[in-house]
């Protein structure tokens, strides 16, 4: 769905590979758990890698409807946001304001075309997934036939543990150092993440009153009776 939020969203998408790449080239022993959620979801790899601009546009109508109108673009947003220096959003940006400034964040009707697929395409860098789910995937559902499909997690993190990626990769690519650019999102997590571990720190001399404070909210869905 992300992926047709917006004309751009895939540069997003293109991001969040190349930080997958990174872990599976240089800490694929130290990130045995990503690498299993990356075989568990070796569907939605293959949809992407596969990706054709029929299905892209089918899809794109199937998530929203027959107009194709995005309701929020993340680049668009991040463009009207107002921050200070230190990336914090000021009082009436996209994210703190209220729905006039969320509604202002919308973007125009999206479709893909075959320009954005060549740029799609030519973005993603999909090879390295690609190769470690050609080579761990046999071996997970392997071993999940030997034990009839009740197997230990635990066991399969073992084995990927001990597996060996040398060779059957991609030449390893140049490390790259991104600088980190302050914006809204992240300053927004900070912020939760830092009062968070204040609060959780300081229970047993409690400096705040836990009834004032809501770190989360779980929704509650009840059950019809038929």
């Given at each position: 769905k992300f992926l047709y939020s917006g004309e751009n969203a895939h540069r997003h998408l293109a991001l969040l590979l190349e930080v997958f790449n990174n872990i599976i080239q240089y800490q694929y022993h130290g990130n045995t758990h990503l690498v299993y959620a990356i075989i568990r979801r070796k569907d939605s790899f293959g949809r992407l890698a596969s990706i054709t601009l029929k299905r892209a546009q089918e899809q794109c109508h199937k998530v929203y409807g027959d107009h194709t109108a995005v309701q929020y673009d993340a680049d668009r947003a991040r463009a009207k946001s107002n921050m200070d220096p230190n990336g914090i959003?000021?009082?009436?940006?996209?994210?703190?304001?209220?729905?006039?400034?969320?509604?202002?964040?919308?973007?125009?009707?999206?479709?893909?075309?075959?320009?954005?697929?060549?740029?799609?395409?030519?973005?993603l860098p999909m090879e390295t997934v690609t190769r470690l789910l050609q080579h761990?995937?046999?071996?997970?559902?392997?071993?999940?036939?030997?034990?009839?499909?009740?197997?230990?997690?635990?066991?399969?993190?073992?084995?990927?543990?001990?597996?060996?990626?040398?060779?059957?990769?991609?030449?390893?690519?140049?490390?790259?150092?991104?600088?980190?650019?302050?914006?809204?999102?992240?300053?927004?997590?900070?912020?939760?993440?830092?009062?968070?571990?204040?609060?959780?720190?300081?229970?047993?001399?409690?400096?705040?009153?836990?009834?004032?404070?809501?770190?989360?909210?779980v929704s509650v869905q009840e059950e019809d009776d038929d």
């Open positions: 959003p000021n009082a009436g940006s996209a994210l703190m304001g209220g729905t006039e400034n969320m509604m202002s964040a919308e973007g125009a009707a999206f479709q893909p075309t075959e320009p954005w697929m060549a740029e799609l395409k030519a973005s761990l995937v046999p071996v997970v559902d392997e071993i999940v036939a030997k034990k009839q499909g009740i197997v230990d997690e635990q066991e399969i993190l073992a084995v990927l543990n001990e597996m060996t990626m040398v060779g059957l990769l991609p030449v390893p690519h140049a490390i790259v150092i991104r600088k980190y650019q302050p914006n809204q999102y992240t300053a927004l997590w900070f912020t939760a993440f830092m009062w968070g571990v204040i609060f959780l720190r300081n229970q047993h001399l409690p400096m705040f009153d836990g009834q004032c404070i809501e770190l989360f909210q």
